[in-house]
């Protein structure tokens, strides 16, 4: 029987995701020797219409994402999720959908109105995660 590579999502938000969250996903799959999803979840009229992020700077990182995992040899796919739910319902729905065996997600700590006003992704993910959720702190 062979063994299944193990899956690490990266919960990656073309906006503001810091760096330090991707160097840990990194070397989370450089110490299993896994296969890295990096998902991101955006709303419809983000993307222009060749699909790709039409705000220029968040397209920008995510290319140089790319290159950086191509540059260190790091086994990646790309999924841009067009949000059906929060970003947190999706990359949940993503996770589940796809055998998703740790997830790795940046973490910002915000105030209890700023939690009211923006809702907590962070509590709905770590409640409904089918697998581990490292969360780095940004």
Known sequence: MTKKQMRIMLG???Y???DTVLEVAKEHVK???????????????SLDETGKLANEEAQNR????????????????LYVMVREKSPGE??????????????????????AIGEIVFGSNYRYMIGHAPCPIVTVNI
């Not at 110490?31 to 009229?45: D, I, K, M, W």
């Not at 729905?93 to 740790?102: C, L, S, T, V, Y």
């Open 12 to 14: 990656y938000n073309a």
């Open 62 to 77: 995510l290319d140089r994402l790319q290159a950086s995992l191509e540059r260190e040899g790091i086994p990646y796919k």
């Open 16 to 18: 503001f995701t810091a």
């Open 90 to 111: 999706d990359l949940i729905k993503f996770a589940k959908e796809n055998d998703i065996d740790e997830m790795v997600v940046g973490f910002k700590k915000r105030s």
């Open 31 to 45: 110490a299993f020797n896994a296969e890295l999803y990096v998902v991101t979840s955006v709303v419809g009229h």
